[in-house]
């Protein structure tokens, strides 16, 4: 991969550390998923597994992918009995679901513009009528005017880029914004991109 992140890499920063995104789902998630009626929902690049764990405690099943071995490990280790999750090794630029879905969620996926329009498109393909994307990421603007996140501008992006990955579909924009995510011991909050889009029903 270009960014210099691939699989291996991934399994070994999982590897180093207990908990590299600590177990707390995103706040952003959390607001945008909140009043949704639980279903089926698709977290790609899933990580250790914090959102798709507290989507599978709010009732959701959940299908969480990443082509981190080692990143999978830790969430079915943490995953609370019944939960119900299915852990999928695959690359997030090509997996396809089984089964059509209610939520996709990318949350932090950094990847390098054609890597992440595949996986953005993707990730659409996934969603029934009525189903929502929604994608977080660091933002561009982050570099400059934020804290921490990725150091190389070629994987972050804005809303407005995602939304144009995604041009010829029929998903309905509901939400492309910066948002203010505020980190500890940090002067400046962490600026982030939210993209909430919605396939008519
Ligand atoms: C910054 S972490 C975010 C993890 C999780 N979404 C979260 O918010 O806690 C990015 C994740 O993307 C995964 N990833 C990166 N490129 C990928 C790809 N092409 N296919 C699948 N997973 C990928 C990495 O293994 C890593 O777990």
Not at 58 to 69: E, I, L, N, P
Not at 82 to 90: F, H, M, N, Q
Not at 144 to 149: C, E, M, S
Request: glycine share 6%.
């Amino acid at each position: 991969m270009s960014n210099g992140w691939d699989a291996d890499e991934w399994d070994a920063r999982y590897a180093a550390s207990t908990s590299v995104w600590g177990g707390a789902p995103n706040r952003w998630v959390e607001q945008e998923v909140r009043d949704l009626p639980p279903a089926r929902a698709l977290d790609l690049a899933c990580g250790e597994g914090r959102n798709a764990i507290w989507l599978a405690t709010r009732g959701w099943h959940v299908v969480a992918v990443d082509f981190s071995a080692v990143a999978l490990d830790k969430g079915r280790a943490a995953e609370p009995p019944d939960a119900g999750i299915e852990w999928i090794s695959a690359d997030a630029t090509t997996y396809e679901v089984d089964q059509p879905v209610d939520l996709a969620l990318l949350c932090y996926l950094q990847l390098p513009a054609p890597l992440r329009a595949a996986a953005v498109q993707h990730a659409a393909r996934a969603l029934d009528p009525g189903g929502v994307l929604l994608v977080i990421a660091h933002d561009s603007r982050n570099l400059v005017d934020g804290t921490g996140g990725p150091q190389d501008p070629a994987v972050l992006y804005t809303a407005a880029e995602v939304m144009n990955d995604l041009a010829g579909t029929d998903l309905e924009l509901e939400k492309a914004e910066e948002v203010l995510r505020p980190v500890e011991n940090a002067e400046r909050p962490a600026i982030d991109a939210l993209l909430r889009v919605r396939r008519p029903s």
